[in-house]
């Protein structure tokens, strides 16, 4: 009896590497070389990274003539839309919300400047969306993903990463207007341009250490001296919020109201723009899954993206609720922290 019981004895213990827990079995933790705390720490530095995208959105779609509480909701409310059906089904380490660029284009171009009502650039928005899906779940976009040169691979990363430093920049007062040279660096005479310099130098350095929750830690530092650190308006940098929590309201001017018909009866003049945010869209998810999944070496032996007709169809779902909810297009965002996550075998 007790030469038969030392097998299983043995057979009960769990192999090197294997999961041992639900969330390590569903999003297969161990296998990937990373465990929940460390996943933990990287969904908290990823949101700390992106959450500015709450206030920012609205500020800008706003100027469209929106209502700015509903639009942080909406914000708010695509954003768990889009992140939860990426970890969910596409089981990717990416975080989903509306885009920057696409919300400028939106409001500043769109309706702004062509007089096109917000009701019928969201519908435009919704109908990108669904030629989003079919394009996804007919795999169209997987086989230009997996055709794309390594060079343009590297090329794409590089200008989405370009794209998000700039808006950073020119948020920060780092990066400024110049009527001969179009952009200028600004007055390192300014305390919000040094702070911003201080955080360009500190972040890397911390990344490059290995130091634990690099990013996060050089937020919070950065937020922390910015209560200390006259602005431009005359106010601190960092200033204290009116109210620390307020109770979430439904984005009810804004949910659904969608004009479809006045779409479609000017479809000659959406048509271009409808070319735009696909093109525009479809390369830059592309390009966030490249570089994420790359960083984070989560790439397949062949280089392809894992899951990948899963995760552009989750993009393309999120762009259709988006609209629906109350903004505009919704992708994957970069603003991701793969130093957070160790070397591991692809998926």
């Known amino acids: 009896m007790d030469e038969m019981t030392k097998p299983q004895a043995a057979s009960a213990e769990p192999a ?11 999003f297969r933790l161990t296998e990937r070389g990373t465990g929940v705390g460390r996943e933990m720490m990287a969904g908290a530095t990823t949101f700390a990274a992106m959450a500015y995208i709450i206030a920012v959105n609205p500020a800008i779609m706003s100027n469209a003539g929106m209502d700015r509480a509903d639009l942080v909701s909406a914000t708010a409310l695509a954003a768990i839309f889009g992140s939860v059906m990426m970890g969910l089904w596409a089981n990717l380490p990416l975080a989903v919300a509306p885009a920057m660029g696409s919300n400028v284009i939106f409001t500043y171009v769109i309706v702004k400047q062509m007089g096109m009502p917000w009701q019928g650039a ?4 919704a109908f990108t969306g669904v030629l989003f899906l079919i394009l996804s779940l007919s795999k169209l976009r997987e086989k230009v993903a997996k055709d794309v ?29 110049n009527p001969s040279t179009y ?21 890397p350095v ?11 830690l050089s937020i919070v530092l950065l937020t922390v001296i910015g209560f200390f650190v006259p602005g431009a308006n005359g106010k601190m940098v960092t200033s204290m919020p009116s109210a620390i929590i307020s109770w979430p309201r439904w984005p009810t001017s804004t949910f659904m109201a969608l004009d479809v018909g006045y779409l479609f009866s000017h479809i000659v003049v959406a048509l271009p723009l409808l070319f735009y945010f696909l093109c525009a869209e479809f390369f830059s998810t592309l390009g966030t899954l490249i570089g994420v999944t790359g960083a984070a070496n989560l790439r397949k032996p062949d280089g392809s993206i894992p899951n990948a007709t899963a995760a552009f169809a989750t993009d393309a779902t999120a762009s259709i609720v988006g609209p629906l909810l109350g903004t505009s297009v919704v992708t994957a965002y970069i603003e991701r922290s793969p130093a957070c996550r160790p070397a591991a075998a692809p998926a």
């Open 16 to 26: 090197p590497g294997a999961a041992t827990g639900l969330l390590d079995r569903a």
């Open 122 to 125: 969201l519908a435009m928005v």
């Open 149 to 177: 040169p390594e060079a343009l691979k590297i090329g794409i990363q590089a200008a989405v990463g370009t794209l998000i430093v700039f808006i950073a920049l020119r948020g920060a007062g780092f990066v400024v207007q």
């Open 183 to 203: 952009i200028a660096m600004g007055s390192l005479r300014s305390p919000p341009v040094l702070l911003t310099l201080f955080g360009l130098l500190l972040t």
């Open 206 to 216: 911390l990344v490059v250490r290995r130091v634990p929750a690099a990013l996060i």
